[in-house]
């Protein structure tokens, strides 16, 4: 229902005033649209970082970060993790609605039947160093796709389109769990189309040639709930990337690698990896204090992996459930007095008391706990990020199909405040 808002803002400076269009969304902030400001006023916006601009129009996901609510195509994502799956989650993310029964089995049957990789392409995995961190195998597997698959690079094409949406959601589980097996050094492991989508990643992991491997459906119950609470969240620093290289038209493979790249950093995917690291750390609870006083410190680079978000002012509701399941699956390991999971509880409720964190309204985000269960279920830490990229490849391939399909779609080009040397001539070395 659009709020009461004037059809127009009126940016008024020197001799001008300018007036700018208003629009309302079904949810959240309204907008002014500054698309002609440049034309009619001759000045810039200036926000680096994005923190106050809308880069698109989106009606896949919305956060709202005061009240700790995040919904995919309007569904609230407790009510997801709980209720629904993965797959049915990928659907809704790519197709706009709750998929019919004869639906998801369709959508579930085309995955099944694209998990494998075309066989050539296990001697990209081979050319890694074995040390390599397995978001790098990842990153450079995703970007190869694009030369083998030329059958779905067109991107004006909807059917590639759909093709290519398919093999990135069914294939990036084979990607990670090849990544992973290369890095410790065990053959690779196929898809099998027995398995469900967790099941089948699971297997790819941990099983071995030598031995049968049963999936715990503990462990992939609790799998599929961790891609789920991460297939999307708006225009995320990774999300815009993929959006920015879809806007030059790149092939889908080579923009949903450059999300992968991009989600690698410590500040974004990253954090998951970085979050455990840091509970290790500390190691007991008496040593938390020291590490608060750290992140505090200004002159201290340190920060609270885990804690805080750019848009989330109050709990990331993902983290809340991420929590629930760190209960339930450690308890049902029979692990439930891990001390990693103590210094975790412990560190938040120590955080959430102190001024500087409340001040700052930072609080756990989806990275506080999701290291925690993936440790117990025994991935090394350098696979978190890469799980998350494999469950995040829903909701990029989600947005880029959205803005492929948006008609007022243009290049991303920003502009700059520039603060660089006025124009000069060139002054030969001999005079220097
Ligand atoms: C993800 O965008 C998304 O949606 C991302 C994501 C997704 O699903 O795609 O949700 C996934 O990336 C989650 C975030 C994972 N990152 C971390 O956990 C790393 C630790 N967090 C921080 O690096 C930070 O909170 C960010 C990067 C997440 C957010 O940074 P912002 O919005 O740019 O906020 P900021 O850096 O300007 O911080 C505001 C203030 C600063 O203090 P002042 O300069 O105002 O004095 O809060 C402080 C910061 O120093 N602060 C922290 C802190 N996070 C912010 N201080 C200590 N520890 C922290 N974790």
Not at 330 to 342: K, R
Request: overall charge negative.
């Amino acid at each position: 229902m659009a709020k009461d808002i004037p059809d127009t803002a009126t940016l008024s400076f020197g001799d001008k005033s300018i007036n700018l269009p208003m629009s309302s969304p079904t949810l959240g902030p309204d907008v002014v649209d500054i698309r002609k400001l440049y034309a009619q006023g001759d000045v810039f916006t200036y926000d680096p970082g994005f923190t106050s601009t809308a880069s698109c129009e989106s009606a896949i996901t919305y956060i709202d970060g005061d009240k700790g609510e995040l919904l995919y195509r309007g569904y609230p994502i407790d009510q997801l993790a709980e209720k629904s799956s993965f797959l049915e989650v990928c659907y809704l993310l790519i197709y706009g609605e709750l998929p019919s029964a004869t639906e998801l089995t369709d959508f579930t049957t085309r995955v099944t039947h694209h998990t494998m990789l075309h066989e050539q392409m296990t001697n990209f995995f081979r050319g890694f160093r074995r040390d390599a961190h397995p978001m790098a195998i990842v990153c450079g597997v995703v970007g190869a796709m694009s030369a083998f698959y030329h059958d779905s690079t067109d991107i004006y094409d909807p059917w590639q389109r759909e093709v290519a949406t398919i093999r990135l959601i069914a294939k990036l589980p084979t990607i990670c769990a090849w990544a992973y097996k290369y890095h410790v050094g065990q053959p690779f492991i196929y898809p099998r189309n027995d398995l469900n989508y967790a099941e089948n990643f699971i297997h790819m992991c941990f099983a071995v040639p030598a031995t049968e491997f049963k999936v715990d459906p503990i462990l992939s119950k609790a799998m599929d709930r961790i891609f789920t609470l991460h297939a999307d969240h708006e225009q995320n620093a990774s999300t815009s990337t993929v959006r920015l290289a879809g806007s030059s038209q790149a092939n889908p493979f080579a923009c949903i690698a450059a999300g992968v790249a991009c989600l690698w950093g410590p500040a974004h995917g990253g954090a998951n990896q970085a979050c455990l690291e840091m509970l290790r750390e500390i190691g007991t609870v008496d040593r938390i204090p020291e590490y608060i006083e750290k992140a505090k410190d200004k002159a201290d680079p340190f920060r609270l992996m885990g804690f805080g978000h750019r848009v989330y002012k109050n709990f990331d509701p993902r983290a809340n459930v991420m929590k629930e399941s760190a209960d339930e699956v450690l308890g049902l390991m029979g692990i439930e007095d891990n001390p990693t999971l103590q210094v975790a509880k412990e560190l938040e409720r120590i955080a959430l008391q102190d001024a500087y964190f409340k001040e700052k309204k930072l609080y756990p985000n989806v990275d506080f706990y999701s290291g925690i269960i993936l440790d117990a279920m025994g991935f090394p830490t350098s696979m978190f990020t890469p799980i998350f990229a494999l469950a995040r490849t829903a909701g990029w391939i989600s947005q880029w199909k959205e803005m492929i399909a948006d008609p007022s779609q243009k290049i991303g080009r920003p502009r700059q405040l520039y603060t660089g040397a006025p124009h000069r001539d060139y002054v030969p070395v001999s005079e220097r």
